[in-house]
């Protein structure tokens, strides 16, 4: 097949969940025979097309002028993408806005099928902003297929278009929708043999890193590893002072592996609808368990008490109480280590990639 993959940003510039997600697929699937080609945003990284691992990256100028960069966006994408030869027999959208308006426009103007992969709930949830409650049904109703992560959020999508009053199109969705988890490099397996916490993210306020800064307060024998950047940082790392906290910022991938496998426990405090965030794969096929918030799909893979702990967004006791427990208990980290090292699995590519080869397939037959 000769597939297309549209995403709003792509390594080394973005390194976020989705990008990585969609740079894996693309050497996944360029590894199984497809010509692939990855249609990109770039600011600064990439000046023209660029061949690497198997595929091909073709980036798009992101415009400055506000009033006109959807409109550019759109536009440009929809150029590079009619210019390629061999036209794509399918393309593979990350995320409903921007990428997935995109699909469905080549799909209605060019012919080729668009699937939509959604990568959060709050891609669907119509009421957080008047862009998604306008555009996202359309994408919905006429993409070819979509991709949840979880069955989870195929459940929670069905569910908050009803609550929309969309009814009709809920069942639409219903019938097209293929849950395909993320997939993920299994490293061997062994237990990660660390004695600090980690978080792994944006410093964002909806990731709730405050709340873990608050809770590592009580904790003044741990020590927290904080790897990542955002606008929060600098206030964090004022919340922070005192205690044991080391910030990193932004990593590379592999640098951030190794970071887990000398951890003893990740913390995901997120606010958000973050789907099912691969750093949470990552760290289970480290051995390091995992205590995250009960959000979106994150349910569908940590298992409360078998694979770590959940705990409701903004409880920060009850955080603490799982952090503890796991650093003080050797039994239970090696229990719910290996517990999660099994159920992590499942997610290897050598699973996750042929579902995603015969679903794009599928939409071209």
Request: aromatic share 6%; charged share 20%; hydrophobic share 40%.
């Amino acid at each position: 097949m000769n597939i297309a993959i549209l995403v709003s940003g792509f390594p080394p510039e973005v390194l976020a969940g989705a990008e990585l997600q969609a740079q894996q697929t693309a050497e996944q699937l360029a590894q199984r025979g497809h010509q692939v080609t990855v249609f990109t945003r770039s600011s600064s990284f990439y000046s023209c097309k660029v061949k690497q691992d198997g595929y091909t990256v073709n980036p798009r100028r992101v415009l400055s002028v506000p009033g006109a960069r959807m409109i550019w966006d759109i536009a440009s994408a929809l150029w590079n993408i009619a210019r390629c030869h061999p036209r794509p027999a399918v393309v593979l959208c990350y995320q409903p806005v921007i990428s997935g308006l995109i699909g469905v426009m080549a799909q209605i103007l060019l012919g080729i099928p668009a699937v939509v992969s959604i990568r959060g709930n709050r891609e669907y949830r119509l009421y957080t902003s008047p862009v998604t409650r306008l555009l996202v049904p359309f994408i919905f109703k006429k993409a070819r297929c979509i991709f949840v992560q979880t069955p989870r959020m195929l459940d929670d999508l069905c569910e908050q278009l009803q609550m929309a009053g969309k009814i009709e199109l809920s069942q639409i969705v219903q019938a097209k929708t293929k849950v395909i988890p993320n997939g993920i490099h299994l490293p061997p397996r062994k237990r990660a043999v660390g004695t600090r916490v980690i978080y792994v993210g944006r410093l964002i306020r909806d990731k709730g890193v405050v709340d873990l800064v608050e809770a590592m307060k009580q904790l003044p024998y741990a020590e927290l590893l904080v790897v990542g950047e955002g606008p929060d940082r600098a206030c964090l790392e004022s919340l922070a002072k005192g205690s044991s906290t080391t910030f990193v910022g932004r990593l590379p991938h592999d640098t951030v592996v190794d970071h887990l496998r000398e951890s003893r426990v990740l913390v995901l405090p997120t606010y958000l609808g973050d789907g099912l965030p691969n750093v949470i794969l990552e760290a289970m096929s480290c051995g390091v368990p995992v205590v995250a918030t009960n959000t979106a799909g994150i349910p569908d893979i940590v298992r409360h008490g078998e694979t770590g702990y959940l705990y409701e967004f903004g409880d920060i006791r009850q955080m603490v109480i799982y952090i503890s427990r796991l650093l003080a208990d050797d039994e239970l980290h090696r229990k719910l280590s290996e517990q999660g090292l099994q159920a992590v699995q499942s997610y290897s590519w050598n699973i996750i990639a042929p579902q995603i080869e015969r679903s794009l397939s599928a939409c071209i037959s």
